[in-house]
C-alpha cells in the first residue's frame, strides 16, 4: 500500500497561472480532505470529498478554488489565476470512513512569483 | 463550531526527560481525537488516534489520553530522545455524531525540541 500520494511535490507558477495539484488517496479510502498550511500558521480545512460528490466545501475561498475527487482517477485541487498569497503548502488527507483516522499524503508546496 | 487550543506552543527539554503535551477543545462530542507529529517541510505523520470510547492509547513511548468530559487530551511522552524534536499536532473532529462533516480542526501545534 503506498499511502496517500500528492504530486507534484513542489510547484512554482508566475502569478495569472492555474495550479493544479493531485491527490490519490490509500487504496480502499473513498474519504478525501484538503488541507492548506500557510507559513507559522497552521493546517487549516478546505474541502471534503467522496466519490463524484462535495460533501463540505466551506474552507473554499469562494473564487478561483475548486476540487473534484471522480469515479476514477486522484483527487484534484485547482486553483486559478494564482496570486502570491496562495503560496502555502497544500496536503491532502483521506480516509475509509469519518470514524477512521486520516492518513496523509507528503503535500505538494507552492510557490506563485 | 470545535476550536482545538494546544499548549505551550514552544517546549525545549534536554534529552531523557519525560514530557506532557496539552490538547483542549471545545466540542466535546467527538468520536475520536487524533495526535500527529510534523517535520519541518514535510507531510504528517499519524501517531496515535483515540475513539470516543477509550481512555487512552499507546504506541512504544508515546501515551496518549482522553478526557471528554473535560475536553482535553494529552499526549505523554517517555525518556525523549533528539529524534522527538518535531511539531505535535492534534487534531478533533469538526462534527459530533450524527453530523456529515468528518473534517479534522486542528491545533497550532507544540513545537518540541530536544537536546542532545
Known amino acids: 500500500n503506498a499511502g496517500v500520494m500528492q504530486n507534484p511535490r513542489h510547484l512554482v507558477r508566475r502569478r495569472g497561472q492555474e495550479a493544479r495539484l493531485r491527490c490519490s488517496p490509500m487504496?480502499?479510502?473513498?474519504?478525501v480532505y484538503w488541507y492548506r498550511q500557510l507559513p507559522e500558521e497552521g493546517l487549516k480545512f478546505m474541502v471534503y470529498?467522496?466519490?463524484?460528490?462535495?460533501?463540505?466545501e466551506s474552507g473554499m475561498p469562494k473564487e478561483r478554488f475548486s476540487a473534484e475527487f471522480p469515479k476514477e482517477g486522484p483527487s484534484i485541487l485547482r486553483i486559478q489565476q494564482v496570486v502570491r498569497g496562495d503560496s502555502a503548502a497544500y496536503f491532502c488527507?483521506?480516509?475509509?470512513?469519518?470514524?477512521?483516522?486520516?492518513?496523509f499524503g507528503s503535500g505538494t508546496r507552492l510557490t506563485v512569483v | 463550531k470545535q476550536e482545538v487550543t494546544q499548549i505551550p506552543a514552544a517546549l525545549s527539554v534536554p534529552e531523557g526527560e519525560n514530557l506532557v503535551l496539552n490538547c483542549s477543545f471545545t466540542?466535546?462530542?467527538?468520536?475520536?481525537l487524533q495526535w500527529f507529529r510534523q517535520d519541518p517541510g514535510k507531510g504528517l505523520t499519524s501517531l496515535l488516534l483515540?475513539?470516543?470510547?477509550?481512555r487512552e492509547q499507546t504506541s512504544g513511548r508515546l501515551n496518549a489520553s482522553l478526557d471528554k468530559s473535560s475536553g482535553r487530551s494529552t499526549l505523554y511522552i517517555a525518556a525523549s530522545q533528539p529524534g522527538d524534536s518535531a511539531t505535535y499536532l492534534c487534531?478533533?473532529?469538526?462534527?459530533?455524531?450524527?453530523?456529515?462533516?468528518?473534517?479534522?480542526?486542528f491545533g497550532k501545534g507544540t513545537k518540541l525540541s530536544v537536546k542532545p
Open positions: 488527507a483521506s480516509s475509509p470512513d469519518r470514524l477512521y483516522g486520516y492518513t
Open positions: 487504496k480502499g479510502h473513498s474519504h
Open positions: 470529498l467522496q466519490k463524484e460528490n462535495i460533501i463540505d
Open positions: 466540542d466535546s462530542a467527538i468520536y475520536n
Open positions: 483515540i475513539q470516543s470510547s477509550q
Open positions: 487534531a478533533a473532529p469538526q462534527e459530533s455524531y450524527g453530523g456529515s462533516q468528518g473534517n479534522l480542526i
